[in-house]
């Protein structure tokens, strides 16, 4: 049973009873900038990227068509087309599943080499049978040469989730939809299927420390780790990620053991030499120091779910977002949405028309935490210039002079220029936005 006693729980606790109050009428105005060529992508998770000499790199998804890769160029204002991995990948016209999503982070050599990795898993059409999918690759994008290149296949069918890299080993690591954690070498582009991480599910983001080990999620808020010295993969056994035992599961219709028990999102940070992260159920900001004992030491920082369940204390916080970065100034940037969000999928009726929520109109607000001060800043309900509202976003990061870029779905006036429609009522297109803080 529980220890309702643990620190995590008395902390969740003093976070419910003591949290801000809402702030609706907050917003913060921000630049955007639209993907040409009007192909109508409509998803987006974690491939968000802004390279060390400035570059943005972003990877689109298609649900029953194939992924797009595009570059945005803050010094000249320029958004480019890619590649479309179908093509690229010699999938298109074949009648077989293609690469319809990049779901992975976008990760970054010594050579400023761009990699990531394809996936299928549901992105139709649904005519068209799911075992057809020939497999995931691992690409690389040399932005000098402005080559996209296909390294390999990673395994027969399941598609990449997490993706991190030892840029002093040469390595690529990732986190499977079977629950495997996949090692690639770059030098000699052998990838090596390193045992199941997981047991339920599919492991989320994964992050490589300052010695190259890797560490992810598996469910109950455990967190396994690849040793780099001796090349072994082990459960921690003394640490578990912030949550609480109280949240609402996934399905209330149909409770089970849950994806919300384990971080979503997280992010190494070289100047405090720590993990900093995001769980699933409850939008927990913790730390978590791999170097501070034997096993590692984890904090709990603050909630930074919206604002109208930070306040109340409510338990159907909703799944959170993988918009998450680390910024200058000792600022962590986190863009929350105000109720379950999938994209163009339906929100549950409840969620839409009870527990207190403002509107029904799924708007993301933009949360601080500054580290030096720890406090929790909500900057707004985001909006873009033009007046268009932002509905939910699927990944962030932070440029090299400090810009925060989130990649959303953004509202779109015109249905006919839609990529989809949330929840069944809000036509929307994807976006970049920019934050500049001040």
């Known amino acids: 049973m529980r220890n309702l006693a643990s620190p995590f729980f008395l902390t969740f606790l003093l976070l419910g009873q003591t949290g801000l109050a809402a702030d609706t009428e907050k917003t913060l105005i921000v630049d955007s900038r639209g993907f040409p060529g009007d192909r109508k992508e409509d998803e987006m998770y974690s491939a968000l990227y802004a390279a060390e000499e400035g570059t943005v790199y972003v990877g689109l998804c298609m649900e029953g068509g194939t992924a797009q890769f595009y570059s945005y160029d803050p010094r000249t204002n320029q958004m480019r087309h890619l590649a479309d991995m179908g093509e690229f990948l010699a999938q298109r016209g074949r009648g077989i599943r293609a690469a319809g999503k990049i779901h992975t982070k976008l990760v970054e050599d010594r050579q400023g080499r761009i990699y990531f990795a394809t996936m299928n898993e549901d992105a139709g059409p649904d005519n068209i049978d799911p075992y057809s999918w020939e497999g995931p690759?691992?690409?690389?994008?040399?932005?000098?040469?402005?080559?996209?290149?296909?390294?390999?296949?990673?395994?027969?069918?399941?598609?990449?989730?997490?993706?991190?890299?030892?840029?002093?080993?040469?390595?690529?690591?990732?986190?499977?939809?079977?629950?495997?954690?996949?090692?690639?070498?770059?030098?000699?582009?052998?990838?090596?299927?390193?045992?199941?991480?997981?047991?339920?599910?599919?492991?989320?983001?994964?992050?490589?420390?300052?010695?190259?080990?890797?560490?992810?999620?598996?469910?109950?808020?455990?967190?396994?780790?690849?040793?780099?010295?001796?090349?072994?993969?082990?459960?921690?056994?003394?640490?578990?990620?912030?949550?609480?035992?109280?949240?609402?599961?996934?399905?209330?219709?149909?409770?089970?053991?849950?994806?919300?028990?384990?971080?979503?999102?997280?992010?190494?940070?070289?100047?405090?030499?720590?993990?900093?992260?995001?769980?699933?159920?409850?939008s927990f900001l913790f730390r978590y120091d791999p170097h501070d004992g034997p096993e590692g030491k984890v904090t709990l920082l603050s909630k930074v779910c919206a604002e109208r369940y930070y306040a109340s204390g409510r338990k159907d916080i909703p799944y959170s977002m993988l918009s998450f970065t680390v910024g200058k100034g000792r600022k962590l940037y986190y863009a929350p949405v105000g109720m379950d969000?999938?994209?163009?999928?339906?929100?549950?009726?409840?969620?839409?028309?009870?527990?207190?929520?403002?509107?029904?109109?799924?708007?993301?607000?933009?949360?601080?935490?500054?580290?030096?001060?720890?406090?929790?800043?909500?900057?707004?309900?985001?909006?873009?210039?033009?007046?268009?509202?932002?509905?939910?976003?699927?990944?962030?990061?932070?440029?090299?002079?400090?810009?925060?870029?989130?990649?959303?779905?953004?509202?779109?006036?015109?249905?006919?220029?839609?990529?989809?429609?949330?929840?069944?009522?809000?036509?929307?297109?994807?976006?970049?936005?920019?934050?500049?803080?001040?």
């Not at 989730?161 to 070498?185: E, M, Q, S």
């Not at 527990?355 to 873009?384: F, H, Q």
């Open 137 to 282: 690759n691992w690409v690389r994008y040399d932005p000098k040469t402005g080559q996209l290149e296909n390294l390999g296949m990673i395994n027969p069918l399941w598609g990449l989730y997490g993706l991190a890299i030892d840029v002093n080993r040469n390595r690529l690591f990732g986190t499977a939809w079977n629950g495997h954690l996949y090692r690639f070498d770059i030098d000699t582009r052998k990838t090596v299927d390193l045992g199941r991480v997981d047991n339920w599910d599919d492991p989320r983001s994964i992050a490589t420390d300052d010695q190259g080990n890797v560490y992810g999620p598996a469910c109950m808020s455990r967190i396994w780790k690849y040793d780099a010295g001796s090349e072994k993969v082990y459960d921690l056994t003394s640490v578990r990620t912030p949550r609480d035992p109280m949240s609402y599961p996934t399905s209330l219709t149909n409770p089970m053991l849950d994806r919300k028990d384990s971080w979503r999102v997280v992010q190494w940070d070289p100047v405090d030499r720590v993990i900093y992260g995001v769980e699933c159920g409850s």
């Open 341 to 438: 969000f999938d994209y163009s999928a339906r929100f549950e009726e409840a969620k839409k028309q009870a527990r207190g929520a403002v509107n029904t109109r799924p708007s993301s607000e933009l949360i601080v935490y500054d580290l030096k001060s720890a406090t929790r800043t909500n900057l707004g309900t985001l909006m873009t210039r033009d007046g268009n509202h932002v509905y939910g976003c699927g990944g962030a990061t932070a440029g090299p002079d400090g810009t925060i870029y989130l990649c959303c779905a953004v509202e779109e006036k015109d249905p006919q220029k839609a990529a989809g429609v949330v929840g069944g009522s809000y036509p929307f297109v994807m976006k970049i936005l920019i934050y500049k803080p001040s």
